[in-house]
């Protein structure tokens, strides 16, 4: 069982760069999330999604972008990295109900030098 | 003031004892309460739920919530090395709401 798949897991990026953050599960989950995780800040929710074409902002959106055209796949979308974005990336899913837990993939490392 | 507050640690205890994290948080609106392990390099893994006031009990993990308080609780009976992670209490409010509110994580070691 995959679960939820990152990558890449590490990236060094350029000031003013772009990439894109792969995030894809294979557990038929419509639920899917994005957090950044910076030192002694806990989790953020930057976007979530909760079906295919469905996309809503979270707490940080600010800089990033999302898409979800497949249930599978809930890429994020870095425009014009800025060194603020440093910081581990998780993406995670849930199927419906109220109880249901997220699940994690384990991280995208990102550096913006 | 922070919507939930953790006490970050490090905290380090001998193998077999009690271990005892906690968290507060200040909104009355929170309902849910979660309780991640989270290992180094590793994305968070969840390890109870609750939404009711009270103790809840899996196996040597025992979470408490005290909702007139605004502080939750997570036990570890006969620790373990391997229980050696950074746990971070989460919170949601009523349903429907996809945000989770995390603390900031404390980091445990089990000294064996």
């Known amino acids: 069982n995959a679960g939820v798949t990152q990558t890449p897991k590490f990236r060094i990026l350029k000031i003013g760069q772009s990439m894109t953050l792969q995030c894809a599960q294979d557990m038929n989950h419509n639920y899917m999330y994005w957090y950044r995780q910076d030192p002694g800040m806990g989790l953020k929710l930057i976007y979530y999604?909760?079906?295919?074409?469905?996309?809503d902002k979270g707490e940080v959106p600010n800089g990033y972008n999302v898409s979800r055209s497949t249930t599978e796949d809930f890429p994020l979308r870095l425009e014009l990295a800025a060194p603020s974005q440093t910081s581990v990336y998780f993406c995670?899913?849930?199927?419906?109900?109220?109880?249901?837990?997220?699940?994690f993939g384990d991280g995208t490392r990102l550096s913006i030098l | 003031q922070k919507e939930v507050e953790q006490d970050p640690g490090p905290l380090s205890v001998p193998e077999g004892a009690i271990v005892s994290l906690n968290c507060t948080y200040s909104?009355?609106?929170?309902?849910?309460f979660m309780w991640y392990r989270q290992y180094s390099r590793k994305g968070p893994e969840l390890l109870m739920y609750?939404?009711?006031?009270g103790n809840k009990e899996d196996g040597r993990f025992t979470a408490q919530v005290d909702k007139s308080s605004k502080y939750i609780s997570l036990f570890i009976r006969d620790s373990q090395p391997s229980d050696s992670a950074t746990y971070l209490c989460a919170i949601r409010t009523n349903f429907g709401n996809e945000k989770l509110t995390f603390g900031t994580g404390t980091r445990l070691t089990i000294i064996p």
């Open positions: 995670a899913s849930r199927t419906t109900g109220v109880d249901q837990p997220q699940h």
């Open positions: 999604s909760v079906g295919a074409g469905i996309t």
């Open positions: 909104n009355s609106a929170f309902q849910y």
């Open positions: 609750t939404y009711s006031s």
